[in-house]
């Protein structure tokens, strides 16, 4: 439906108006709530009343033309009319974007691909209203398709993002908030798709958890905690030889990381045991170098004499 419930309305304004932003886009704008409360709260808030004198930019995206009134064009700079799925690699960036009941009209793959797209095109904050679990059902409605729930969203979904989780109990089941601020250090946002690789890897997604740490790995490359555990999954996957690659170019970038060195070494050594003489070789290679560095830990020191006898 072009509306929403009503519980969450002051939580999410309490969001809004701490931010300030002098940009809006409002995705699914539906009747145009958000737009309303936006054009109220941020610039005849701050006594820019009449039209000619807002400053703020509130746009909007609408499914559905029909649900496109004078009242939302009097108050919206812009509305686009489109499928998000199309439109959210297009979009321009925005301070705030605003994702109001809208992703669980999405089949589950395409919702996470256009989160992960409006978090890249919000340049403050996305926020994200959505049903939660089972009791959600809901029809294509008033003529237009885009009425059907087509998937269940959970609060683990949003594990990949630091948030701040709000959530509301309905008759009909549960409702959550989600505000995914983008003033994070890359390690804390590195921290929340390692969480969302364990909760992945506990269900045995193994790829899904991988493809969560590579991510980690792309945004705070220094941080080693996905490192090693892209390593574990990926020799859990027979997938050897990109383990191998991650540490070769972690020890190639830092000389001085001995304990990427010892398990570059140790992957190296299991290779040569299964035949592969050349991995022995580098294995060989690999701690000779360690052994001969400055500032070794000791433990690491005699793991890397263990390790080099048993060549």
Known sequence: MPVSTSVQISHCLAHIIHLNPRSVLDVGCGFGMWGFLCRMYLDAGAERVLPKDWQVRVD????????????QRSLYDHITIGDIRDLAPKVGEYDLIIAGDVIEHLDKDDGKRVIAQLYA????????????????????AHGNPGELHRSQWYVEDFLPYPSVHMPFRLPCGDYGVFYLPK???????????????????GKGALAEAAGYLR???????????????????????NAVEEAVTLFREAVKADPNDHD???????????????????????????????????????ACRT?????????
């Not at 095109?121 to 294509?140: C, F, Q, S, V, Y």
């Not at 190296?268 to 400055?294: H, I, K, N, V």
């Not at 793991?303 to 060549?311: D, I, K, M, N, T």
């Open 303 to 311: 793991s890397a004499q263990e390790l080099l006898e048993r060549l």
């Open 60 to 71: 909007g995206i609408e499914y559905f033309e029909p649900y496109i009134l004078d009242h």
């Open 121 to 140: 095109k919000a340049r403050r904050a996305l926020l994200i209203n959505i049903p939660l679990g089972l009791g959600w059902d809901h029809p294509e």
């Open 183 to 201: 003033d994070v250090s890359p390690e804390d946002r590195a921290s929340a798709l390692l969480g969302a690789a364990e909760h992945a890897d």
């Open 215 to 237: 991510e980690a790995r792309a945004i705070a490359p220094t941080f080693r905690d996905p490192l090693y555990y892209l390593a574990d999954i990926l020799v859990r996957m």
């Open 260 to 298: 990427a060195a010892l398990f570059l070494a140790r992957l190296l050594t299991a290779r040569a045991r299964s035949g592969d003489a050349g991995a022995g070789r580098e294995a060989g290679e690999t701690l000779r170098t360690l052994l001969a560095g400055q500032e070794v830990p000791f």
